[in-house]
DNA sequence: ATGAAAGCGCTAACAG
DNA sequence: CTGTTAGCGCTTTCAT
C-alpha cells in the first residue's frame, strides 16, 4: 500500500446542495424539496436527484438548515459530574431519549462548579441549544436564572429548581424511605452523610426528608456529617473531628443515611478501612441505587430512582416545551422511588 | 409572585449582531471586530459596543460565525457505552481537554452497535464535527473507513484502527503482563474472558498479549471464554458450557485474565454467588483500572490505564490535526500501563 | 412540478 | 479606524 493511500488527507471540502442541483441538472430547491421529502416531486427527477446525491455523498449541512428555521435541535445536557456512575447512566439514558425524539445531545460536565457551569450553558446557548437539561443544578440560581430568563425551555431532571420543569423522584419522600428503615431497625442515633462536592438542591430536600423520619419517630437530635472521601476528617454538625470517633464510644451513632450511593459506598469503604463492620456495628443507607450498589460485595441498602423513567419523562417535557405541546407555568412531575434492601442495615 | 411571572414563556428571539450595531450606532462589522478582539478599535467605540452587547444580552451565533468560516469548534466523540465507568471517565476528561484547547464535545453513544455507530457518525457529519475522536470502535471498518474518507480527522483513542491517528495504551503488552502476573503465580490453566457485547479490536490486541504470554511460558492450550454476565453459561473455545464447570474438576481453570474490569468485577460476582473464592480457587485479573476496582470490597488485580494521559494526548493529536499542525500519515502514540496488584489474585 | 430570489447571522475582504 | 459588501449552505415564499 502506498504511503499516500494511507495519509491523512486535508479535509475536503464537503459538496453543497448546488453541487447536486446542477450535477441533477434542477434548481437547488428542488434539491431540498427532495432531501426534506417534500411532496410535489415528480418521480423522475426525485430519482435523478436521490442518484447525483448518492454519487456526490452529499450530506445537508445541519448548521446551514439551523440558521434559516432559526432554531436547532440540539440539546444541551449539563452534569455535574459524568465519573459519577449514577450520571453516566442517565447521561446515556437521555441521549438515548433524546434521539429517539430527534434531538443531539451536547454534554457539559460541571465538575460541580458554579463557575464552569455558567460558562458551559453560556457555551450551549451560543449554539443556540433548542433547550437545556440540567442533571444537575449546583449553581447559583439567581445567576443563572437571569441568563437563561426567556432564553430557552429549561428541564430538570432528577433535581429542581422552581424556575423551569422538574422530572424527578420525590427526594423527600425518598430520603423518608430509607431514613425510616434504619428506624424501624432500631436504631436511634443516625446522622446524615453528604458529600461537600455533590451537594445540590436534592441534597436539601434528602436532609429535610431524614429530618423529618426521625422527628416522627421522636428521635433526635439530627447530624450532619459533610466529608470529603477518602479524608480522615469530617465537618460533623459545622465542627471537624476525626471520622472514626462518630461511630465509637456511648454516644456513637450506629445508622447513616447517605445522599447518594457514591458518598455511601465511600462511607462503607472508609468504615473497612477503620475496621467497623457493616452492618455490624453501622448500617448505611445509600440513594440512586447505581450499578455497583447491587454487587454482592457491596449489596447497599438504598432508595432507587427509577432512571429510565426520569430520562424519557424529562426528554418528554422538554420536547414537548419545545414544540409548544406544552405550555404555561413549570410543571413538576414526580416519579415513585422504592427502597431496595440489601446487606448494609441490620437491626441494631 | 404573579402567575404570568412563573410561566415559561416562549422563547425570545435573541438579539442579532445588528442589533447591537444600531443600539450602538455603529456598523455590524464593527460590532463583530469587538467581539472577536480584532485589533483596531478605538477605546471609545470598543467601550460602546460592549455597553450594548450588555444591555441586550448578546451572544454571538455559534452557527452563523461556523457557517461563514466553513468550520466548527465542535469534536464528535463516539463511546460504546457511556455507563461503562472507564468509558465514563474517559468521556469526562475528553471533554474537559476538548474544552481547554477551545472544542466542544458532541458525544453519540453507540452501544456496541455497529449501525447505531454509522448513524451516530453520520449526525456528526452532518454538524460538520472538526474532528472525530472513537473512545470505542465496534464497527465495521470498511464501511466507517468509506464514510469518513477524506471528510475529517479521526483519532483512536484508547482503541486502534490503522487509517487514523491512534492514542492508546499497547494492549498486547498490558495483557502480557497481566497475564505474567498469573504465570508467575504458577497457574497453568489460565483463560481469557470476554463480554461478546463489548469487544473491539482492543479485546483482539489483549487475547494476542494473554496468548503470547502463554506461549513464552510454554503453557496451552488458551481457553477463551465468552459470556454474557449474569448468565450461568458461556461460550467456551467456541462451545456453549456452564460457567461454573469450567472452574470444577481436575482440569479446572485457576485463573482468568479478562479483557477489561467490568468483565472481570462481573466475574468475580459470579464467583462469589457459586461459593467460589476469589482468589482462592479463582484468580481473577482485570484491565483499565476503573475506580471500583480499587474498593476494598472488589480489589481487583488490574492493567492500569492512564486515563488523563490518553484523553490529554487524544484530544491533542486530533486538535493538532485539525489545525494543520500535524500533517501526514496516521500516527500512532502508545503509552505505558502497569500492573496494579491487588487481593483477588495470589499464588496457585 | 420546478425555479428564482430573499434572507438566516455572521465573517472577511476591501473601501473610504 | 469604521462602513460596505459579498457570500457561507440552506429553507421558504412566490412566480412561472
Known amino acids: 500500500m502506498a504511503a499516500s493511500q494511507d495519509s491523512v488527507p486535508a479535509a475536503r471540502k464537503p459538496p453543497t446542495i448546488l453541487d447536486v442541483a446542477s450535477h441533477a441538472g434542477v434548481s437547488k430547491s428542488t434539491v431540498s424539496n427532495v432531501v426534506r421529502d417534500f411532496p410535489g416531486v415528480s418521480e423522475s427527477t426525485r430519482r ?20 434559516v428555521q432559526q432554531r436547532t435541535n440540539i440539546l444541551g445536557v449539563v452534569v455535574g459530574d459524568l465519573a459519577n456512575p449514577f450520571f453516566a447512566e442517565m447521561a446515556k439514558l437521555v441521549e438515548r431519549h433524546a434521539a429517539a425524539r430527534g434531538y443531539t445531545a451536547m454534554f ?6 458554579s463557575k464552569s457551569e455558567i460558562a458551559g450553558v453560556e457555551t450551549l446557548l451560543e449554539y443556540r441549544v433548542a433547550g437545556i437539561v440540567f442533571l444537575t443544578f449546583s449553581g447559583d440560581s439567581r445567576t443563572m436564572r437571569e441568563t437563561l430568563q426567556h432564553q430557552v425551555p429549561v428541564v430538570f431532571v432528577g433535581c429542581h429548581e422552581e424556575w423551569g420543569d422538574v422530572v424527578s423522584v420525590d427526594d423527600v419522600r425518598g430520603a423518608k424511605l430509607g431514613t425510616r428503615h434504619l428506624v424501624d431497625a432500631g436504631h436511634r442515633r443516625i446522622a446524615f452523610v453528604a458529600i461537600p462536592e455533590l451537594e445540590d438542591r436534592s441534597d436539601v430536600s434528602r436532609w429535610e426528608g431524614y429530618r423529618e423520619a426521625l422527628v416522627e419517630a421522636g428521635l433526635g437530635p439530627e447530624v450532619r456529617i ?10 460533623v454538625d459545622g465542627i471537624d473531628r476525626k471520622l472514626v470517633d462518630v461511630f465509637n464510644g456511648p454516644d456513637r451513632i450506629t445508622a447513616v443515611f447517605a445522599s447518594n450511593d457514591v458518598a455511601a459506598i465511600a462511607l462503607q469503604e472508609f468504615a473497612d478501612r477503620v475496621a467497623l463492620r457493616v452492618p455490624h456495628d453501622l448500617s448505611i443507607v445509600g440513594f440512586d441505587d447505581v450499578p455497583m450498589a447491587g454487587l ?4 447497599l441498602t438504598t432508595v432507587a ?6 430520562a424519557r419523562l424529562g426528554i418528554a417535557a422538554i ?8 405550555k404555561g407555568p413549570p410543571r ?4 415513585g422511588v422504592n427502597l431496595v434492601t440489601r446487606l448494609s442495615t441490620a437491626p441494631l
Open 48 to 67: 435523478r436527484v436521490r442518484a447525483a446525491i448518492d454519487q456526490l455523498g452529499y450530506r445537508p449541512n445541519v448548521l446551514a438548515r439551523q440558521l
Open 108 to 113: 457539559c460536565n460541571t465538575e460541580g462548579d
Open 226 to 235: 459533610s466529608w470529603s472521601p477518602p479524608s480522615d476528617h469530617a465537618s
Open 296 to 299: 454482592a460485595r457491596i449489596s
Open 305 to 310: 430512582q427509577p432512571r429510565d423513567e426520569l
Open 319 to 326: 420536547a414537548d416545551r419545545i414544540e409548544h405541546k406544552l
Open 332 to 335: 413538576t412531575t414526580l416519579v
